[in-house]
């Protein structure tokens, strides 16, 4: 599977914006979806998962109840859709796949985006 990111730029706090990540490959309907973002000097960190057919996703604490993952196997296509956003949210974003069920942690994931940058301005 092959991934690519793109919808990152430069948004004012409490702004919105909402990233892709196209997938080539004939497998991408069986991997789960996720996302993750690495801010300057931090951690790759996990923002958000979905499951295989969309059904189940999961976030992490900080983005919950802002931010929402969605998928369209059909377009092989992952979003990630951004609202209220805070200069906090500031990184680079990776989309990223793996076949090993409903997982956070990023060595996990066996295949990655080239990552879009994401800024938030206060």
């Known amino acids: 599977v092959q991934l690519q990111a793109s919808g990152g730029g430069l948004v004012q706090a409490g702004g919105s914006l909402r990233l892709s990540c196209a997938a080539s490959g004939q497998t991408f309907s069986s991997h789960t979806m996720g996302w993750f973002r690495q801010g300057t000097g931090k951690e790759r960190e996990f923002v958000a998962g979905i499951s295989v057919t969309g059904e189940y996703s999961y976030y992490a604490d900080s983005v919950k109840g802002r931010f929402t993952i969605s998928r369209d196997n059909a377009k092989n296509t992952v979003y990630l859709q951004m609202n209220s956003l805070k200069p906090g949210d500031t990184a680079v974003y990776y989309c990223?796949?793996?076949?090993?069920?409903?997982?956070?942690?990023?060595?996990?994931?066996?295949?990655w985006g080239q990552g879009t940058q994401v800024t938030v301005s206060s």
């Open positions: 990223a796949a793996t076949n090993k069920g409903l997982i956070r942690r990023p060595a996990l994931y066996d295949y």
